[in-house]
């Protein structure tokens, strides 16, 4: 079945050492999606890729940062965890177009912890 | 960004109908209207999605009225396994700009036997 993949669904990090974490997609879609989101708290958007494009949220922090290597595959790269980067990361994928939006399928998670 | 305002929690009873409604009052003339679902530790679902007046599927109903200010989703006799969050989403798609979709708080719904 077409699928969105995260691996590894659980990360321990330490603090302020970097972390990858990487997301995989068959439904080969243009637009890939990284969102954190926190206990209790709604998904917060990071950035996207719209093919090799990449759109960064305005209040996403520099320690975050994203790779696209081709359209399977997209990074989250965290340069410097905090405590405060502890969440689920959430990645999404959709078909891109203008005017009506497109479905996200999203990924089960990694659910990060920062020690 | 068109905001949303959706009411915290919800409780129903198993067979019951469950209507959660949205309130969007700068909703822009492009946006349309989505709603997803969330169980605990899983990515969101797409539910349903419309633009104005009614739109079914085989899960759920969505009512739009004609000022389009608000939205209601209508979930028909309501089992243990709807017990989960609805997110209301307004925006548009523009080409390279796909990430005006953004999350609201959510109505956390438990359905109670």
């Known amino acids: 079945d077409a699928m969105v993949i995260q691996n590894p669904r659980y990360q321990v990090t330490q603090f302020g050492k970097p972390v990858t974490l990487s997301c995989s997609q068959t439904?080969?879609?243009?637009?890939m999606y990284w969102y954190q989101q926190k206990s209790s708290q709604a998904p917060k958007l990071l950035f996207h890729?719209?093919?090799?494009?990449?759109?960064n949220e305005a209040d996403t922090p520099d320690n975050f940062q994203s790779r696209r290597p081709n359209t399977s595959f997209c990074f989250l790269d965290i340069r410097s965890p905090g405590l405060g980067d502890a969440a689920m990361y959430l990645c999404?994928?959709?078909?891109?177009?203008?005017?009506?939006?497109?479905?996200?399928?999203f990924g089960p998670g990694t659910r990060l912890t920062v020690t | 960004l068109a905001k949303t305002t959706q009411p915290i929690s919800m409780d129903s009873y198993e067979g019951q109908e469950v209507n959660i409604t949205c309130s969007h009052n700068?909703?822009?003339?492009?946006?349309?209207i989505t709603w997803y679902q969330q169980f605990p530790s899983q990515g969101p679902r797409f539910i349903i999605q419309?633009?104005?007046t009614k739109v079914t599927n085989e899960v759920a109903s969505l009512f739009i009225p004609a000022d389009r200010k608000s939205s209601t989703l209508s979930l028909p006799r309501v089992s243990l396994s709807d017990t989960a969050v609805y997110y209301c989403?307004?925006?548009?798609?523009?080409?390279?700009?796909?990430?005006?979709?953004?999350f609201g708080k959510g109505t956390k719904l438990s359905v109670k036997p």
């Open positions: 999404a994928t959709s078909r891109g177009g203008t005017g009506t939006p497109y479905e996200q399928y």
């Open positions: 439904l080969n879609h243009n637009v």
């Open positions: 890729y719209y093919d090799k494009d990449f759109n």
């Open positions: 700068n909703i822009a003339t492009n946006d349309y």
């Open positions: 419309g633009y104005k």
């Open positions: 989403l307004v925006g548009s798609a523009n080409g390279g700009s796909q990430g005006n979709l953004i």
